[in-house]
T-cell receptor, first 113, second 111 residues
C-alpha cells in the first residue's frame, strides 16, 4: 500500500463552521505534512509532524489546528476560516523528514463561503 | 535561503521529447524530485534522484543532475497527450527540512 488517503475530496464550509480534514497512510512513514495549494501555485508547507510530534509550523494562523492522533493519521481542524483560505489542501508522508520519497494524497478542495 | 526555479511553460508536439529544466540554490540538497499534477488532482511522484547520482532512467523518463551547476532536468520521451500537466521540481535536504518546490512547469502536448 503506497497510498496517502485524504477525506473528504471536496468541502464547502461557511465562515462560522468547524470542520476537519483527514489524512491516512499505512506505509509506516513517520513524517507527515500539510500543504496548502492555491490555483496555479506550488504547494506551500503548513505543518510537519515527525514521530507524531509537531516539528514545524510555518506561521500558520490559529484557525488551522493540526492533530496527529497516531502514526498513521493526520487531521487538520478548521474553524472560523476566511474566503481566502479556499484552496487545495494536500497531505503528504515520508519515511522521515527530508528523507526519501514523499507521497502525496489527492487533496481536499476546500471552498469557504 | 533555498530557492528552486523552473520555466513556467513548455509546449511540445505529440511523439517528440520534452525536457523540463530546474535549477536550485542549496548545494546540500540530498534528494531531488519530480512531481506531476493533473488539473484538480494531487501530486504524483514521478521519480527522484539522490544527489550522488548523475542520471536516472525509468521507462520514458530520464532525470539528469548536474551538481556543479545545480541543474536538474526531466526528459520525457515520446510525449503523449496524457503527459499534459504541471511538473514540479522539488528538493529536500539532509536533516529536518521538508520539500521545497519550484513554481511548476505547465507542459502542453499538441496532437
Amino acid at each position: 500500500d503506497t497510498e496517502v488517503t485524504q477525506t473528504p475530496k471536496h468541502l464547502v464550509m461557511g465562515m462560522t463552521n468547524k470542520k476537519s480534514l483527514k489524512c491516512e497512510q499505512h506505509m509506516g512513514h513517520r513524517a507527515m505534512y500539510w500543504y496548502k495549494q492555491k490555483a496555479k501555485k506550488p504547494p506551500e508547507l503548513m505543518f510537519v509532524y515527525s514521530y507524531e510530534k509537531l516539528s514545524i509550523n510555518e506561521s500558520v494562523p490559529s484557525r488551522f489546528s493540526p492533530e496527529c492522533p497516531n502514526s498513521s493519521l493526520l487531521n487538520l481542524h478548521l474553524h472560523a476560516l476566511q474566503p481566502e483560505d479556499s484552496a487545495l489542501y494536500l497531505c503528504a508522508s515520508s519515511v522521515g523528514t527530508g528523507q526519501g520519497e514523499a507521497f502525496f494524497g489527492q487533496g481536499t478542495r476546500l471552498t469557504v463561503v | 535561503g533555498e530557492d528552486v526555479e523552473q520555466s513556467l511553460f513548455l509546449s511540445v508536439r505529440e511523439g517528440d521529447s520534452s525536457v523540463i529544466n530546474c535549477t536550485y540554490t542549496d548545494s546540500s540538497s540530498t534528494y531531488l524530485y519530480w512531481y506531476k499534477q493533473e488539473p484538480g488532482a494531487g501530486l504524483q511522484l514521478l521519480t527522484y534522484i539522490f544527489s550522488n547520482m548523475d542520471m536516472k532512467q525509468d521507462q520514458r523518463l530520464t532525470v539528469l543532475l548536474n551538481k556543479k551547476d545545480k541543474h536538474l532536468s526531466l526528459r520525457i520521451a515520446d510525449t503523449q497527450t496524457g503527459d499534459s500537466a504541471i511538473y514540479f521540481c522539488a528538493e529536500s535536504f539532509s536533516g529536518n527540512t521538508p520539500l521545497v518546490f519550484g513554481k511548476g512547469t505547465r507542459l502542453s502536448v499538441i496532437a
